[in-house]
């Protein structure tokens, strides 16, 4: 999205829209939907949640999501245009490494047992030693589509220190346990960047949003290089576009993938293009388009999160999606 309260959208954005013929539509919508505060209502969904997901960028201008946990609480906000996390990355996550003033950061704030998510653009003001404050760009809801019901339970104090594990750092080839993963995962977050965002700049914004679909709706290719494609169904939304624009104009994404019976973490970072039509699209029931990512890199860290959820009960919109042939 566009930095200015007075351009919702920026040349990406527009150009998906006008693509499929909603340009003029969601102009208007935009002005009236994304807000420059948080109102009420998204204030208090921040304050009641165990987890936030946040997109950035590092020193390469390679978009990453994340995940930061705490007891309810950790998310506070002083005023609508200020969000206080109080929590640090996990160990070997990149953002570990890029928290300070001036980043650009996409927030997402979802409770899966309701359905709800509101999202969050801004710059981080402040640094220190328990987290950061994050200052306000643009504020706006998402509808509850495609995501699956899940209560969250915790495994062990979210206060106590997190226990030492072992970072994978892996290339463009995948380790089988994060092929398995992807495989079988029904929900993941990707981040993504407008094209003048830069690492520790302020300037246009990074993004974080959701995806869902029945399990093993991601599909796992393996090139002859060693280097992995995922392929994924892009299915009806809110056509603001914000993920797909963004890529448009600059072609990369972060995946995020969570283990939500073992409190894996797996990451993932590389080239990202958007698929508009063909066989590939018409072969997986309601897909509107296709989005690929060639993995450049990925972390796999595994039982790092204090967290495990219950069994899901999934979106009524996927009972008529598709599966990959």
């Not at 309260?5 to 499929?20: C, D, L, M, Y």
Request: net charge neutral; proline share 8%; hydrophobic share 40%.
């Amino acid at each position: 999205m566009s930095s200015s309260s007075n351009a919702p959208f920026h040349e990406g954005e527009k150009a998906v829209q006008a693509r499929v013929g909603v340009r003029d539509k969601m102009e208007g919508i935009g002005h009236r939907a994304i807000r420059d505060a948080m109102p009420e209502q998204h204030q208090e969904l921040f304050r009641k949640l165990p987890t936030l997901f946040v997109g950035s960028l590092d020193a390469q201008r390679r978009p990453w999501a994340s995940v930061l946990v705490g007891a309810p609480g950790f998310i506070e906000t002083p005023d609508e245009r200020t969000l206080r996390i109080r929590a640090r990355p996990i160990d070997g996550d990149p953002l570990e490494g890029q928290l300070a003033p001036g980043l650009p950061l996409g927030l997402l704030g979802i409770e899966p047992h309701t359905r709800r998510r509101n999202r969050m653009n801004g710059s981080i003001e402040a640094v220190d030693d328990t987290g950061f404050t994050v200052g306000v760009d643009q504020s706006f809801g998402n509808c509850p589509k495609y995501i699956q019901a899940r209560e969250p339970q915790w495994l062990r104090d979210p206060g106590a220190p997190a226990p030492r594990h072992r970072v994978h750092a892996l290339g463009p080839a995948l380790n089988e346990p994060a092929c398995a993963l992807i495989g079988r995962a029904d929900t993941l977050f990707i981040a993504s960047a407008s094209p003048h965002a830069r690492a520790h700049a302020g300037a246009d914004g990074v993004d974080v949003s959701h995806r869902g679909g029945q399990r093993g709706f991601v599909r796992v290719d393996g090139g002859a290089d060693g280097q992995v494609t995922l392929t994924l169904p892009d299915f009806q939304g809110n056509l603001m576009f914000n993920t797909l624009g963004n890529i448009v104009a600059w072609p990369h994404a972060g995946l995020l993938f969570i283990d939500h019976d073992h409190g894996d973490v797996l990451q993932l970072t590389g080239r990202a293009e958007v698929i508009w039509d063909g066989p590939q699209v018409q072969s997986f029931a309601l897909a509107q388009r296709l989005l690929q990512l060639r993995v450049d890199e990925a972390r796999w860290l595994p039982g790092v999160l204090p967290l495990r959820w219950s069994a899901p009960e999934f979106a009524p919109q996927l009972a008529a999606t598709g599966r990959w042939p």
